[in-house]
């Protein structure tokens, strides 16, 4: 009797996605867009969060917003409120974004004449994380009330993320949470991660984090 083959589906599906998630940052790198996948738990203040962002650099950057939900478009009401481009993408119970999703996406979105893109990815800190979705950075918020042990529980959203936003610092006093050891747990799974803390709802730390984002949108493009 011959031997049965073995086919590690999820090694294949992960390599296939890979190559597409290549291709599709290139091809953004060639029209001078920017991707931005922004990922966290939900309820982390991300709509809040994108929103004090776009408008604070709508002025000089034309923006496009992909909102990534299960159902509902009610992110997508709210980022429409600052005059961003807004897409809403409904996952068919899907709880990730991958690179041809992505792309479809995008060319519903029609990203001609956009400077830089913003997908808010499904709220999770498990499925977005395993899947490149072609985004030139990643980026992740991780608030307050969720605790300083998630980049413990959670390694992999944290390892691949090139900016780690700590929002909800008004709030701290009420929670049991150490900023120092948060900070030490991030670096932990990922030395080069930029950690800005923020507070979306007062506006504290913002100015950092809308600089860090120009200056990566801005250094893309002239490269």
């Not at 203040?45 to 009610?74: P, Q, R, Y």
């Not at 979105?109 to 997908?119: A, E, P, Q």
């Not at 990815?121 to 072609?134: K, R, S, Y």
């Not at 944290?158 to 900023?179: A, G, R």
């Amino acid at each position: 009797m011959e031997p049965f083959k073995i086919l590690e589906i999820k090694k294949s599906v992960f390599d296939d996605n890979n190559q597409q998630a290549q291709k599709l940052r290139q091809e953004l790198k060639e029209k001078k867009i920017f991707l931005l996948n922004l990922m966290s738990s939900p309820g982390s203040g991300k709509t809040t969060t994108l929103t004090h962002t776009i408008n604070a650099l709508k002025d000089g950057l034309n923006i496009g917003v992909m909102e990534a939900d299960i159902d509902s478009d009610v992110d997508a009401r709210t980022i429409q409120q600052t005059g961003a481009k807004v897409i809403q993408l409904h996952t068919g119970g899907m709880c990730h974004l991958d690179a041809e999703m992505t792309r479809q996406g995008l060319e519903g979105l029609d990203t001609s004449g956009t400077d830089l893109v913003i997908l808010e990815n499904v709220g999770n800190l498990v499925c977005p994380a395993e899947f490149d979705t072609g985004a030139s950075r990643n980026a992740m918020i991780l608030s307050v009330p969720e605790g300083d042990d998630k980049p413990l529980k959670y390694p992999l959203m944290f390892s691949i993320c090139d900016v780690v936003l700590i929002n909800k610092v008004d709030v701290m006093p009420y929670f049991n949470f150490d900023m120092e050891k948060c900070k030490a747990n991030i670096k932990l799974r990922n030395p080069n991660a930029q950690i800005i803390p923020i507070s979306a709802l007062t506006g504290d730390g913002m100015e950092e984090w809308i600089n860090w984002l120009g200056n990566e949108v801005k250094n893309w493009c002239a490269e």
